[in-house]
């Protein structure tokens, strides 16, 4: 290509415009590329492709140069002067430090003698990628730097040759404007973590979706204003459209910095290698390698590089990764079969989308995804090990006790080897006297009539179009005479306010609406309103009426009392309208307001004076609206002699003279751009040229033209201004600033100013600029101009030495210290003053924090400022008005009087009496008065115990590879309070054209940067699509709105990276464990009796009359056989469909034929003999009962298994297979359309067919009949109890004859279950007390059992309820998983419901079948929604059983209201119980188990030691009953672990006792039973009434019942044991409470936590959470959650989940995995398959939406 310089000049001006807009974000990369190519094709030479050659760059211009400060004058031989109180300050600017800089949208320049003005090029120190190979000669700092390996064999295709020929081409000189000191710093201190190891860190895993969701994409703009910054963008990479342009320079811009494409898009297989060490290329300089080591400091944040196997298609995965996979295969290959899955019948489409997710992974399959560099979930979970195995960043304390005071010490550490201050006290600094010019108006309004009336003609402001062309003039004349109209229209115009007419009246307080672009109208209603003696409150355009920001102004106007808003008239035609009525709608939060149009009013008549008004001098004069660092608007009142005073101040100390015209850039509508812009300039009678934000954003040099044009004297700009100015180089060349006097930079106070100025005067002095017209000043909304450096400083008499910088330390700020730094320190930071204290005004600086005792010389604290002209109070908020603006600082002279009553009062003397104001502003002052300004009290984040200025953050995050990842000056750094302490998030724009691997490698880098510089941890990094940071109407970053939406979670991220494990260092230490082995069980129990402790022990009550031997035979064949004899028509099963019809019905006698056809067809087909297993495969229905029997008959030992889902036969197959087996059933027992499904194709794929054992069809016909019932002894095994536990454990368990019948008798007697009731089960029937319930009860009690299948209640939620209802059933068992489908399902249904009658108001006992903690917040929400069709909310309860026993707690119908307590969760994490108050911090709210069924007896014991627990201690439920089962069939897996689960003895106590172990944790507590009448609504009819009573019979018809046989049975049974039942009334009574199984519990940091409780925090943290599910692997938390939203709501999850466990449970969540609803999979009980879903993450089977990995 032709050499730049020698390019036509109308092809540079179009390069320099392309290249701008692509750095500012306006034109797409594709669309960059398209338009360049067409440019250079014609200068294109073919054999100049690839070679480009570079000059090298002019050493850095450092303060100590010769050359460079000679143009300054005024230094001595080293630049700098050190002044008596110890810090360094340089007497004059320097074209450039060589110290640190701070700049955010500020592009440094760096321009010296060999300046590239005159056409030289240059290359960028500190993009070191971008140099053509070989390296730069001459660039002191990157000697060493080379061509990345690997990078010469990607030239081989035409992308990658455009791409070098992109990035490689000549730099220019403007690209020096983007390297600063700062980014040397971060580059020499990666640079220097470059050597230490790195372990390899896991890159998030996205879903392709998510992924191929352009970030440029951004579906809710709502900012159609002309409000924003320059390098916004929203197009689609199809595309492009660009800003007018015509003001950019023949440069050209920086390119991107060279970028080691991906692996994978290359042509040519290379060695991967890491794209971070490409970044780390540059040797370090020796003189920094050491300056930056202290002997205090910890172990620096080392992130590692991206693993090469995510990008390698060829070459192997890590070591971590491969030994992580043999591992896991090794897990793998040990189950012979998939973890067992019971999903199937819980949800129809929910169960397939539940499991499918979970396929076996064959060994091959595992290699095949290894080989192509898939990632592997436990490969990534090693390396985030690995990385977390470096050092913490601090010890946590030696000795630790797990409370709130504690934590709060922790978080708020004090380091010894901090640096301390040593000056001595400061005294107050003094302005000069304020002496008033002899002819100054005395009021704004005199000015106003004066100059209106003598000099009408003469200009007051001038406002310039979009396109730069100036359209209307407001003359001085013009002005009064508007102003006059709108104060006479105000006095005369009457507002309604309700009911009531009213006239604004002196005083009243009226908003100000003007959109940025019209001042005039503005100006005119601010003049109007003072005239009238009203207080305007200038707010913003509210944009829409959802918009957030505005509710706070409209709290803010509604406490202000306001109801009337001035406008213009096209202003109120852009408002909101409402769609309706057509009239401006009403704005969330905002009060009613009538809008008054300030234009075109009638004239006042000539007797209208507006002179005539006197207003107080101490009356407020206007309102400004400011706001604090969370987001809250308050209104700053300023009276009038602090207004007329401020304006005096200004006037003396910037030397305004009548008729100057001053251009301003700023906003008008407050601070700065007000004071001086529309109060001052009117008091002398000046001239002020506005220009609009819009203008600006197109043509940034627009106002330095003005100025040319006008011969303007003074200018009012931000140091944004001067940096945008500086990149329209194009229109240089035509501009004069000679005749600018004062060059006013209004945020002086922020410390990036700095560099804009020093660079702004370096270009600009050879157009005339002088470098004492520079005036950077620091001010507020409370105390207006805290500070300002004055123009022409070498003639001012107040301190000849007028400026100065400081090299500081930031370490020693972070301690709130000012010390000196060298200059080549990587931590040092250069700071400008802000000029002296205004004139009349008197400044102190305070502590920030605590009592306002005054700094010494060298401490940093907040400025304040006492004078005439600060403001009065924030309105209606005294408390806050009097901690702002009433301080009265004190010496640090502390004396301590004890009184009477031996308190401490702390007397301080005051300096004086006169009240000072806080300016928000931290800082300290310099010599000769000079004030320095570090920060401000809203950017300040205290990390544990160290202070941190947002703006030193975002200034070294910039510094890391500016321009290539995100947009410069779209950046948040806010902190948020998490566990106690303040965490540093940082959140910024990326690029669209950003892949996910390059922001990853950025942020990785951003950490280390902000790690090595400040010393601390960012913990939550973000980055966002473009635009969608919120935005103020002038463009900038909303902080507090950003803040909000963080942790809202609704800010939509597009990458996340949280290091809580690198930051959080005040977590607690677990309870200290005695290790003293003379603590035994037996010391423990002595320790409670004599403590006075019971032990933990409880009993049901006994059986009693139940068991009626000479009535009833005992077994229940017997039992059948005798219900079909004595009443065979009874019917004691219905089946309901879907739509609650009744599908079949068993009586008596039809199950009893069935059954022994059954039996015969098994002895006869299937050649089973008593004692042989047969497996039962069945839907939920009668056809499972009648197999049951026919197997009991027989004497077979039945095994009921659930059906394989036939949508997912692939998960739930083996599963039915492995139970088949491990059982060793010999013939398989089903229907036809379950044997097809065995035997069909799809099953094949998993299981062969030809492998089942024989299969028989229940409905096919024995040839003999069944000769008799076989006769079997009562300790043989009725039948096998198989169930896959939550933690995916399959065991089976024997049930014997007699287990059975104790079962059937204690739930009898405790339901109270006899023929004439009808009880409706909606469970399901294949393992515990479901299958007692649905199987054998009805048998053997001879009640009606309405059976409902649980998918039944999936197709229509309602069923269940409408049973209920329609047959008046007063007892039903059901599952969790049903309560929950119905609370989700028809929580928006009951007024339906209650049109079709549905009634719960029959039901007495509602007992939900459980083997885990009651789910309290589940049944009340149950509860509370059915409360409104009559449902007795203390009806509802859980039952409690497990393997050893299936039913150990069951509600009774006449039993007490379950208890609950609310116990202290911090405490159960050491196994203690600590009861608590209901609302107390940390509580837990248990409810207690139903109660213990007749027979039971229940103790707790210590699982380790085995010793017995006194009441109210943490331990495990063991139980001793007739009822519990025989043992263990089989489990499956190690079975060493539970020999003694069945035969458990105590050590201490009754040693001899037998007690089977449920493998649950809880405790016992007596409590006092209240009556068991209580429970019952008055309809229910009393006890004593129940069971004779017929009302609770549905009539004949509705049932198609024939009960006439049943009554005597009814009724004789029930007088057996009528006298059992009230007998323990208003005694104490033993509640057992259900903790969580032992197995489920988490073991981290050495304390235990149960899932639940975590997941319950979870479910609380974000609304579009749907389900949660926790687990650990490794030692590390993994969350799962479920999203019911958009998946581009993902990411907002990872950081609110972290907090939310970091702040209720003090863990750190190490795996944040986001996926689709329907993925955690549940079993039919309603819990949580916790193992289950960790195989399938660990498998890669969830196809999650995103997983984050916490550093």
């Not at 996205?206 to 929203?234: A, M």
């Not at 209920?1364 to 969790?1376: E, K």
Request: proline fraction near 6%; include cysteine.
């Amino acid at each position: 290509m032709e050499h730049p310089s020698s390019l036509p000049g109308y092809v540079r001006e179009k390069l320099a415009e392309l290249d701008l807009e692509l750095s500012e974000g306006d034109i797409t990369q594709k669309g960059y590329e398209k338009k360049r190519a067409k440019l250079l094709q014609p200068f294109l030479k073919k054999h100049e492709v690839d070679k480009v050659k570079s000059t090298p760059p002019p050493p850095y211009y450092n303060v100590k140069d010769a050359n460079n400060s000679s143009s300054h004058g005024n230094v001595s031989s080293d630049g700098v002067i050190v002044s008596s109180e110890g810090y360094s300050y340089v007497t004059e600017v320097p074209s450039l430090s060589s110290s640190q800089q701070r700049h955010s949208k500020k592009i440094e320049f760096q321009v010296g003698k060999s300046s590239a003005l005159q056409g030289g090029h240059v290359g960028a120190p500190g993009y070191e990628n971008m140099r053509p190979q070989g390296g730069a000669v001459g660039d002191p700092g990157y000697q060493n730097t080379r061509e990345p390996s690997g990078f010469q064999s990607q030239q081989s295709t035409n992308s990658s040759q455009h791409r070098q020929r992109r990035t490689q081409r000549k730099v220019t000189h403007n690209e020096k404007r983007y390297h600063s000191v700062r980014q040397e710093a971060v580059q020499q201190a990666l640079a220097a973590l470059k050597g230490r190891p790195k372990p390899s860190l896991p890159m998030p895993s996205k879903r392709t979706s998510v992924l191929n969701r352009s970030p440029g994409c951004n579906d809710e703009l709502d900012s159609s204003t002309d409000d924003e910054s320059i390098p916004e963008e929203n197009i689609s990479p199809d595309k492009e459209y660009n800003y007018p342009r015509d003001h950019i320079s023949n440069s050209i811009l920086p390119p991107e910095p060279i970028i080691k494409p991906p692996i994978r898009e290359s042509s040519i297989g290379s060695q991967p290698h890491s794209r971070l060490d490409v970044k780390q290329n540059q040797m370090p300089n020796p003189k920094y390698t050491s300056s930056n080591s202290a002997p205090d400091r910890r172990p620096p944040q080392n992130l590692p590089p991206l693993p090469t196997s995510d990008t390698s298609s060829t070459d192997s995965p890590p070591i971590a990764y491969k030994r992580e996979n043999d591992l896991s295969d090794k897990a793998f290959k040990q189950k012979q079969f998939n973890a067992p899955d019971i999903t199937q019948f819980n949800n129809a489409h929910r169960a397939a989308d539940r499991v499918t997710r979970y396929v076996n992974v064959s060994q091959n399959e595992l290699n095949e995804a290894d080989a192509n560099g898939k990632w592997k979930v436990s490969a990534k979970i090693q390396q985030l090990l690995n990385t977390l195995k470096r050092p913490k960043r601090r010890p946590l304390p030696e000795f630790y006790e797990d409370n709130d005071i504690e934590l709060e010490i922790a978080a708020n550490t004090k380091d010894p080897n901090a640096p301390k201050p040593e000056g001595s006290t400061m005294t107050p600094v003094q302005g000069e006297q304020l002496s008033i010019p002899a002819g100054l108006p005395r009021t704004l309004e005199c000015a106003l009539q004066r100059y209106g009336t003598n000099s009408f003609k003469s200009p007051m402001a001038t406002v310039l179009d979009p396109n730069g062309k100036i359209t209307t003039t407001l003359t001085y004349g013009k002005l009064l005479s508007r102003a006059q109209k709108v104060a006479y229209a105000l006095s005369t115009k009457i507002f309604s306010k309700g009911p009531e007419q009213v006239t604004l009246k002196a005083g009243d307080r009226v908003a100000l609406v003007y959109p940025n672009n019209d001042p005039l109208s503005f100006i005119t209603a601010w003049y109007g309103c003072m005239f009238r003696g009203l207080v305007p409150l200038p707010i913003e355009l509210p944009l829409s009426s959802s918009d957030t920001p505005p509710q706070q102004v409209g709290f803010l106007l509604s406490s202000c009392g306001i109801t009337v808003a001035l406008t213009s008239e096209a202003c109120l035609k852009g408002l909101p309208k409402s769609t309706t009525t057509g009239e401006i709608a009403k704005l969330k939060g905002w009060p009613r307001l009538q809008w008054f149009v300030t234009e075109h009013l009638p004239k006042p008549p000539k007797e209208f004076n507006v002179g005539n008004l006197r207003v107080d001098d101490s009356a407020a004069a206007y309102i400004e609206y400011t706001t604090d660092k969370e987001g809250s608007v308050m209104g700053v009142t300023v009276t009038r002699a602090a207004m007329i005073n401020h304006c005096r101040a200004l006037t003396m100390a910037c030397h305004y003279t009548e008729g100057e015209t001053i251009v301003c850039v700023l906003d008008f509508k407050r601070e700065v751009g007000l004071w001086h812009s529309v109060l001052t300039s009117v008091l002398n009678g000046m001239h002020v040229i506005f220009i609009p934000y819009a203008l600006m954003k197109l043509r940034p040099s627009s106002w330095m033209q003005l100025i040319t044009k006008h011969r303007a004297s003074c200018c009012l700009v931000k140091s944004r201004d001067l940096h945008w100015g500086l990149l329209a180089t194009k229109d240089h060349k035509d501009i004069s600033l000679s005749s600018l006097r004062m060059l006013l930079v209004a945020d002086g106070a922020n410390p990036w100013s700095l560099s804009s100025c020093d660079q702004f005067l370096s270009v600009f002095q050879a157009k005339g600029l002088r470098s004492d017209a520079i005036c950077p000043c620091a001010s507020s909304s409370e105390v207006f101009t805290v500070s300002l450096r004055r123009p022409g400083r070498g003639s001012c008499g107040f301190s000849p030495s007028a400026t100065g910088r400081g090299v500081l330390s930031m370490a020693a700020l972070s301690h709130g210290v000012v010390r000196v730094d060298s200059e080549d320190s990587l931590t040092s930071l250069t700071l400008q003053d802000c000029g002296q204290v205004m004139p009349a005004a008197q400044m102190v600086v305070v502590r920030s924090e605590g009592v306002p005792v005054l700094c010494k010389t060298d401490q940093v604290g907040e400025i304040c400022v006492t004078s005439g002209s600060t403001s009065a109070s924030y309105f209606g908020l005294d408390g806050m008005t009097n901690s702002t603006f009433k301080v009265q600082p004190l010496l640090e002279e502390f004396e301590q009087l004890k009184d009477g009553n031996g308190t401490v009062n702390v007397i301080s003397k005051q300096i004086g009496e006169e009240f000072y104001v806080r300016s928000g502003l931290l800082g300290f002052l310099g010599p000769g008065g000079l004030v320095f300004v570090c920060g401000s009290r809203d950017g300040l984040m205290t990390v544990t115990g160290r202070k941190h200025n947002a703006d030193d953050i975002i200034a070294t995050v910039l510094a890391v590879e500016p321009m290539r990842f995100i947009y410069r000056g779209r950046i948040a750094v806010f902190s948020i309070k998490v566990l106690r302490d303040e965490r540093v998030c940082v959140i910024a724009e990326q690029r669209p054209d950003c892949s996910e691997e390059e922001s990853f490698q950025w942020m990785s880098r951003v950490l280390q940067a902000v790690d090595s510089i400040h010393q601390v941890g960012i913990y939550c990094l973000a980055l966002v699509p473009p635009n969608h940071l919120p935005k103020t109407p002038l463009g900038g970053i909303h902080l507090c709105e950003a803040r909000r939406r963080f942790l809202e979670g609704s800010l939509h991220p597009a990458n996340v990276l949280m290091c809580p494990h690198t930051c959080v260092t005040n977590l607690p230490k677990p309870r200290e464990l005695h290790q003293d082995t003379g603590v035994g069980p037996a010391s423990v129990m002595v320790g409670n009796l004599v403590q006075g402790n019971r032990l933990a022990e409880a009993h049901g009550r006994d059986v009693g009359l139940a068991e009626d031997c000479e009535r009833k035979p005992q077994l229940i064949t017997g039992v059948l056989r005798w219900r079909a004899n004595t009443s065979p028509d009874h019917i004691i099963f219905t089946l309901l469909n879907s739509k609650g019809a009744i599908a079949k019905t068993l009586t008596c006698s039809e199950l009893h034929k069935r059954a022994e056809k059954i039996a015969a067809l098994l002895q006869e087909r299937g050649r089973i003999e008593a004692g042989d297993h047969v497996a039962l495969i069945f839907p939920p229905g009668l056809d499972l009962l009648c197999a049951f029997y026919g197997c009991l008959y027989l004497g077979a030992i039945p095994i009921t298994i659930r059906p394989p889902h036939p949508q997912n036969l692939n998960t739930t197959l083996p599963t039915v297979r492995m139970i088949v087996d491990v059982s060793k059933s010999g013939i398989v027992l089903s229907i036809q359309p379950i044997i097809k499904l065995l035997k069909s194709r799809e099953a094949a794929t998993s299981i062969d067919p030809k492998t089942w054992p024989p299969i028989l069809d229940i409905d096919d016909n024995p040839k003999r009949k069944y000769a008799g019932i076989a006769t079997v002894t009562f300790d043989s095994s009725a039948y096998l109890d198989f169930s896959v536990s939550t933690c995916g454990r399959l065991s089976g368990v024997n049930i014997t004859h007699r287990s059975l019948s104790s079962l059937c008798a204690s739930l009898k007697l405790a339901c109270e279950l006899y023929p004439s009731r009808h009880v409706a089960l909606c469970l399901d029937p294949y393992c515990g007390l479901g299958f007692v319930m649905w199987t054998l009860i009805g048998v053997y009690s001879g009640h009606h059992s309405i059976l409902i299948a649980p998918y039944e209640v999936e197709a229509n939620p309602s069923l269940w309820l409408s049973t209920l209802s329609q047959h008046r059933v007063r007892d039903t068992f059901c599952s969790y998983g049903v309560i929950e489908l119905c609370t989700k399902a028809l929580s928006n249904s009951i007024p339906s419901l209650k049109q079709r009658n549905i009634d719960l108001r029959c039901v007495r006992t509602c007992v939900v079948v459980a083997e885990e903690r009651p789910r309290v917040q589940l049944t009340q929400q149950f509860c509370k929604l059915f409360q409104a069709l009559g449902l007795n909310t203390r009806c509802v309860s859980t039952s409690f059983g497990c393997r050893v026993n299936p039913a150990i707690c069951v509600q009774g119908a006449s039993s007490a209201e379950s208890a609950q307590v609310y116990v202290d969760m911090r405490a159960l994490r050491n196994n203690r119980v600590a009861l608590v108050e209901r609302g107390a911090p940390n509580s837990l709210c248990v409810i207690e188990s139903g109660k213990l069924l007749p027979g039971v007896k229940v103790i707790i014991a210590n699982p380790d030691t085995k010793g017995h627990c006194g009441d109210s201690h943490l331990g495990e439920i063991w139980v001793q009953a007739p009822h519990n089962a025989n043992g263990y069939f089989t489990i499956y897996g190690d079975e060493t672990d539970y020999n003694d689960h069945f035969n458990a003895k105590l050590v201490t106590g009754a040693t001899s006792e037998l007690y089977a172990r449920t493998g649950y944790l809880g405790f016992l507590r007596r409590t006092e039973c209240s009556q068991a009448a209580s429970l019952l609504d008055e309809t229910t009819p009393s006890v004593a009434s129940r069971d004779s009573d017929t009302e609770s019979l549905n009539s004949i018809s509705q049932l198609q019942l024939n009960f006439s046989s049943a009554s005597l049975g009814g009724n004789t049974e029930h007088s057996l044991i009528s006298g059992a039942g009230n007998s323990n009334d208003q005694e104490l009574h033993d509640a057992v409470y259900v903790v969580g199984a032992v197995d489920e519990v988490i073991s981290l940091r050495g304390m235990n936590y149960h899932p639940i409780d975590i997941e319950n925090s979870v479910m609380r943290c974000h609304k579009k959470i749907a389900e949660c599910a926790v687990f650990t692997w490794t030692n590390l938390l993994v969350v799962v959650v479920e999203l019911d939203g958009n998946e581009s709501e993902a990411l907002d999850l990872v950081p609110l989940v972290t907090n939310t466990v970091l702040e209720d449970h003090q863990l750190i969540v190490g795996v944040v995995v986001v996926v689709d609803p329907g993925v955690v999979p549940i079993n039919s009980r309603g819990e949580k398959q916790r193992m289950h879903l960790r195989d399938g993450f660990l498998a890669d089977q969830l196809d999650p939406i995103y997983v984050a990995y916490n550093m």
